[in-house]
């Protein structure tokens, strides 16, 4: 019996930066658990930056684009996760059961609009980067709690 993997939507504003590190950190620690996805509600194309640190982090980002989230409107989501307080405001509707999380991450391109440097702007990048992975890696512990045991930074709707 060839039963599926739990499907995880990463969503965001623009999927260029923080949902594409949660996919690609999802991908490479829980690949074999998770069929993982993300998306943006209004998609503004992959961040260079994002790409040059995921690759430095040994992420290869070939492959991954931008993508608005009705371009998955066929699969149902066991567990969708905002990354962004916007994306979490004005999520759409997803048809069926699925698990809610929310988990925002600041924004690196906000961020790193003043850098003096570019140097300075990948500071921004690497560490939301270091902060995604981090949260990605406890995924698997989180979502086996039940709702009462969750972390308070994980909110359910």
């Known amino acids: 019996m060839n039963q599926r993997r739990p499907r995880l939507l ?19 620690l829980w690949g074999d658990r998770f069929e993982v996805y993300s998306a ?15 690759e430095e982090a040994g992420i290869n980002m070939d492959g991954y684009r931008s993508k608005h989230v009705d371009e998955l409107k066929g699969l149902a989501f066991d567990i969708v996760i905002t990354v962004c307080d916007e994306a979490r405001e004005a999520c759409p509707f997803f048809p069926g059961e699925h698990l809610m999380l929310h988990q925002g991450f ?18 921004h990048y ?7 992975r981090a ?5 698997p512990k989180v979502l086996a709690l039940s709702e009462d045991e969750r972390p308070s930074n994980s909110s359910l709707s």
């Open 106 to 123: 600041e924004d690196p391109p906000v961020l790193a609009r003043d850098a003096k440097t570019e140097e300075e702007a990948l500071r």
């Open 10 to 28: 990463f969503l965001c504003t623009g999927n260029s930066c923080r949902s594409q590190m949660g996919e690609a950190w999802a991908r490479h």
């Open 126 to 132: 690497r560490r939301i980067r270091d902060e995604i």
């Open 135 to 139: 949260y990605v890696r406890t995924l």
């Open 40 to 54: 943006g509600i209004a998609p503004h194309g992959m961040d260079a930056r994002t790409v040059r640190v995921m």
